[in-house]
């Protein structure tokens, strides 16, 4: 099940940002670039600040939270993390179609988001292309990611439309 944000949800979400690069990003990145990424003990704080202003879309397996995506009003996937314990059971991949099915349906023209090297094959099967390769700079350490967009097919249907009516209307 997914589901908005709930009050209390962001002691799991802290827990989940942590876990999922510590034991799952750990594959992609050195131990240095994960603990630049993140302290291994959850800021709970933090995470309840953030979801509380973000209200994140929580994936629900059995009564636990699984994993969890931000997903900004312009079309920005900015957070997608999933709990280890659920990793590899289509949760993180259910919780991407619930964004871009939401987006669209908010009419925005794509949906974009910065991807890891561990979530680029992810969100490849989800539809998206890469736009360019990034490296960021955190605490002093450099990690690749990578720019990607999935656009709106009726965006650019209503946008070809809109193009051949003005195009019909200047030679009118």
């Known amino acids: 099940?997914?589901?908005?944000?709930?009050?209390?949800?962001?002691?799991?979400?802290?827990?989940?940002?942590?876990?999922?690069?510590?034991?799952?990003?750990?594959?992609?990145?050195?131990?240095?670039?994960?603990?630049?990424?993140?302290?291994?003990?959850?800021?709970?704080?933090?995470?309840?600040?953030?979801?509380?202003?973000?209200?994140?879309?929580?994936?629900?397996?059995?009564?636990?939270?699984?994993?969890?995506?931000?997903?900004?009003p312009d079309g920005h996937i900015d957070c997608a993390y999933v709990n280890p314990d659920f990793q590899r059971q289509g949760v993180m991949s259910a919780l991407v179609r619930h964004a871009v099915r939401t987006a669209f349906e908010m009419d925005r023209p794509r949906v974009y988001v910065e991807a890891s090297l561990c979530a680029r094959p992810l969100f490849e099967r989800a539809g998206f292309a890469v736009l360019t390769e990034n490296t960021v700079e955190i605490?002093?350490?450099?990690?690749?990611?990578?720019?990607?967009?999935?656009?709106?097919?009726?965006?650019?249907?209503?946008?070809?439309?809109?193009?051949?009516?003005a195009t019909a209307d200047e030679c009118g």
């Open 1 to 72: 099940m997914i589901r908005i944000y709930q009050h209390g949800d962001h002691a799991a979400i802290a827990s989940i940002f942590s876990r999922a690069i510590h034991e799952i990003a750990s594959s992609c990145y050195s131990p240095e670039q994960c603990r630049a990424w993140s302290d291994r003990q959850p800021n709970v704080e933090h995470w309840r600040k953030r979801c509380e202003l973000k209200r994140p879309f929580v994936a629900v397996v059995d009564g636990a939270i699984a994993g969890f995506l931000e997903l900004d």
């Open 139 to 165: 605490k002093g350490e450099s990690l690749l990611n990578y720019r990607m967009e999935l656009p709106n097919p009726q965006a650019s249907a209503t946008a070809a439309s809109s193009q051949q009516t």
